[in-house]
C-alpha cells in the first residue's frame, strides 16, 4: 500500500488567489511528479522532481510552480487562480527498482 | 515526441464476454504501465511490463508486451461488473531510471449484466 497524501481534497476558490497544493509521501522516494488531468481525460504531466532541489517542467506547459526541499515534500503553487485552471492535480512518487508510480488522491481544483 | 494511443477509448461489454485492449507507442521504450482509475478516484497500478514478449496476469486481466511491434494488449476474459473502470498504458519515454511517463488516453471500460 503506498503512502501518499494530498490535501486539500476539494478546492474552490475565486479568480486571482494564490493556492498552494500539497502533497507529502512517507516511502522515501526520490521521483516525484505532478500531473493534470481533465474528467474523462489523459494525464499530462506538469512538473517532476528527481530528488532534492530538482525540479523540472513536464510535457504540459502550466504556470504553476513547485518545489522540492525535502524529500517526502512537493508541493504545487498557483499565484494567481484562473478559470483555465479548473481541473484535477494528482501527485505521484516512484520508487527506484521499476518506477512503478503510486498516486495520490487527487485534488479537484476549480476556479471562479 | 513519443505518442500513446489506446483503443478503443470506450468499451461496452456483457459480463462474461472477452475482449482486448490495444496500446500503441510511437518510440522505442522497454518499460510499460497499465493502471485503472475508478470513477472520482486516483489511479492504481495493476502491471508494469519490463521487456519484449513479458506477459503478466492478475485474475480476470492480462497485459503483454511486444517491443518491436511497440504494443501492448490488456485482455479481460469473462468479464464481470467491478472491472468498470478507465483504464491507461503509460510508457516510460526517459530511458534510463528516471521514468518519466507519458500516458495513453485511457479506456472507459463498462460492464453490463
Known amino acids: 500500500e503506498a503512502d501518499i497524501y494530498q490535501t486539500p481534497r476539494y478546492l474552490v476558490i475565486g479568480t486571482g488567489k494564490k493556492i498552494t497544493l500539497e502533497c507529502s509521501q512517507t516511502?522515501?522516494?526520490?521521483?516525484m511528479y505532478w500531473y493534470q488531468q481533465d474528467p474523462g481525460m489523459e494525464l499530462h504531466l506538469i512538473h517532476y522532481?528527481?530528488?532534492?532541489?530538482?525540479?523540472e517542467k513536464g510535457d504540459l506547459s502550466s504556470e504553476s510552480t513547485v518545489s522540492r526541499i525535502r524529500t517526502e515534500h512537493f508541493p504545487l503553487t498557483l499565484e494567481s487562480a484562473r478559470p483555465s485552471h479548473t481541473s484535477q492535480y494528482l501527485c505521484?512518487?516512484?520508487?527506484?527498482?521499476?518506477?512503478?508510480?503510486?498516486f495520490g488522491a487527487g485534488t479537484r481544483l476549480s476556479v471562479l | 515526441e513519443l505518442k500513446v494511443e489506446q483503443n478503443p477509448l470506450f468499451l461496452s461489454m456483457q459480463e462474461g464476454k472477452n475482449y482486448t485492449i490495444y496500446c500503441n507507442y510511437s518510440?522505442?521504450?522497454?518499460?510499460l504501465y497499465w493502471y485503472r482509475q475508478d470513477p472520482g478516484k486516483s489511479l492504481e497500478s495493476l502491471f508494469v511490463?519490463?521487456?519484449?514478449?513479458a506477459v503478466k496476469q492478475e485474475g480476470r486481466l492480462m497485459a503483454s508486451l511486444d517491443t518491436k511491434a511497440r504494443l501492448s494488449t490488456l485482455h479481460i476474459t469473462a468479464a464481470v461488473h467491478d472491472l468498470s473502470a478507465t483504464y491507461f498504458c503509460?510508457?516510460?519515454?526517459?530511458?534510463?531510471?528516471?521514468?518519466?511517463?507519458?500516458f495513453g488516453k485511457g479506456t472507459l471500460l463498462t460492464v453490463n449484466p
Open positions: 516511502m522515501g522516494h526520490d521521483k
Open positions: 522532481s528527481y530528488g532534492v532541489n530538482s525540479t
Open positions: 518510440t522505442t521504450s522497454d518499460r
Open positions: 511490463l519490463l521487456s519484449n514478449g
Open positions: 505521484a512518487s516512484s520508487e527506484w527498482t521499476v518506477g512503478i508510480q503510486y
Open positions: 503509460a510508457v516510460d519515454s526517459s530511458g534510463g531510471s528516471n521514468y518519466k511517463l507519458t
